[in-house]
């Protein structure tokens, strides 16, 4: 009887942990080069790119104030976590999300304040972004990030041609290759970018910051200029067939060696 009895206080403790989250598992067929939205006002998500033609939604929501929608199939769809009705303040919203969708999608992510990683893609990603982490992985063509604050960083590869990254306060850290004739821009106006690429990588760089500091690990020193507290850096490195653009108003930006 005891160990009955204890059991079932076990169990009653843990009720309270558990209730107020549905879970849910649902999918839909896509074609391998989709076109895929996700919005989402708060939460957690995750994003897997997978070798199927199928996008599957997985984890758990909060029962009480969140809805999941999945409209269209194959070449145009669209993932939203909403509230039911339309209330955005004083609500605990608890989504905890995995996505798998197919590698070759093109991914809208438009969130208030989700934490997002994606990994496994191979075509375009754009993301929107109030606050909250922003983590991508290499694979991509593309990548495309507007966000307020918060922190972000990008894998690149062999693959990643164009990158664009804007940011009011946070970070943003981008660790990878640079790719001839790539177009990569980072700007904030406050906080911290650093970029870790080879030093050999044929590239040319444009580097400015209003009221702050320029750490460069290969390459000449920055400028001050005449009459403002702000400091310039250009040159190039081989043939300089990508180009670099990076621009702080009151912050760090540090070019390390990778």
Request: overall charge negative; proline content about 3%.
């Amino acid at each position: 009887m005891k160990k009955i009895t204890l059991l079932t206080l076990v169990m009653l403790l843990a009720l309270p942990a558990l209730a107020g989250t549905k879970t849910v598992d649902e999918s839909v067929k896509a074609s391998p080069d989709a076109e895929v939205s996700i919005e989402l006002i708060a939460g957690k998500v995750r994003v897997i790119g997978w070798n199927r033609s199928e996008i599957r939604v997985q984890g758990s929501l909060n029962d009480k104030w969140e809805t999941l929608e999945i409209d269209g199939d194959g070449d145009d769809i669209s993932i939203e976590i909403s509230l039911p009705d339309g209330r955005h303040r004083n609500v605990d919203l608890d989504a905890d999300l995995e996505i798998s969708v197919p590698q070759g999608v093109e991914l809208t992510f438009e969130t208030v304040s989700a934490p997002l990683t994606v990994e496994g893609l191979t075509n375009v990603l754009s993301v929107e972004s109030i606050s909250g982490s922003i983590v991508v992985g290499s694979g991509l063509n593309e990548v495309e990030i507007e966000s307020i604050s918060g922190r972000v960083e990008i894998a690149g590869d062999q693959h990643l041609d164009s990158v664009d990254v804007e940011s009011v306060s946070g970070s943003i850290e981008y660790v990878g290759d640079l790719v001839s004739d790539g177009d990569y821009s980072f700007a904030i106006v406050s906080g911290q970018i650093t970029l870790y690429v080879p030093s050999g990588a044929s590239a040319e760089y444009s580097i400015e910051t209003f009221s702050g500091s320029i750490d460069n690990d290969f390459g000449p020193e920055p400028k001050k200029t005449e009459w403002l507290s702000s400091e310039e850096l250009a040159f190039s490195v081989g043939s300089g067939s990508a180009d670099v653009t990076v621009e702080a108003v009151s912050g760090t930006i540090r070019l390390k060696a990778d």
